[in-house]
């Protein structure tokens, strides 16, 4: 990382900007610099710590939401086609809006910035899983549903004995690019306060007023981030395949 820190002014002063780059504030060999990466980089715990808690609780939403799909039953059907309509209609920030401010006045609970953020990108991220979990199920054959039902099991036994181990494995992958998906959604909880990479670079932007700096740093912070999820999102992918295989 202080390679790429290092490396990183000597890339963008040569983009032919009349722009007089003042790396020097983010600059590890200075005292000054090494505090503001210290301060920066502080908030990469708690980006990746809500972006984990809210897939967890999405990918529970999901699953639950997903179901009513399966039924033959119209009306519950309706209900999971209302629900992942909605829900993705609705803008994340303006979601995240809404939980912090609108939600503590009609239930009379007052939400921290932090539940509010996890609420609000869980429920939005709730809507792609559900569809993720329904692609998959249905990706299984109808015969195995029917062993299932020769063995006397009911529907929600056959679903969690035998067609969810199976769907598990065709859906993972889509479920780590979604992990990735929130990862960079996260930073819209920094308008609610939230201490995360963003937030950290817009308090830092307002005391040194080098925002073209903070904010190339910021993206060069979830840029690492993405790539090393998505690396190992790959690799998932690739060793699934090879289980498929043999």
Known sequence: MKKLILLLP??????????EWAWYILSPDKINGLTNLKFL????GVTIYISVISII????????????????????????????????????????LWVYYGLPIMTG???????SGIIALAISESAFQAEIFRAGINSIKK???????????????RLRLVILPQAIKNILPA?????????????????????DLTRKANELVVTTY?????????ILEYLVLILIVSYFVRKLERKLKQDANN
């Open 109 to 115: 609970i007052s939400f921290s910035p932090f539940t």
């Open 41 to 44: 980089l502080s908030g990469i």
């Open 175 to 195: 479920l780590g690019n979604q992990f990735v998906y929130v990862l960079k959604m996260s930073s819209l909880v920094s308008i609610i306060g939230i201490a």
């Open 143 to 157: 015969a195995q549903w029917e062993a299932g039902s020769s063995l006397g099991l009911n529907f929600f036994k």
């Open 57 to 96: 609780i999405s990918m529970f939403l999901g699953f639950i939401i997903a179901i009513p799909s399966l039924a033959k039953n119209k009306f519950l059907t309706y209900i999971n086609i209302a629900y992942v309509e909605i829900v993705r209609a609705i803008p994340l920030l303006v979601l995240i």
């Open 10 to 19: 000597l890339l963008l002063s040569s983009c032919g900007t009349d722009h």
């Open 210 to 218: 080098r925002p073209l700096e903070i904010y190339t740093f910021l």
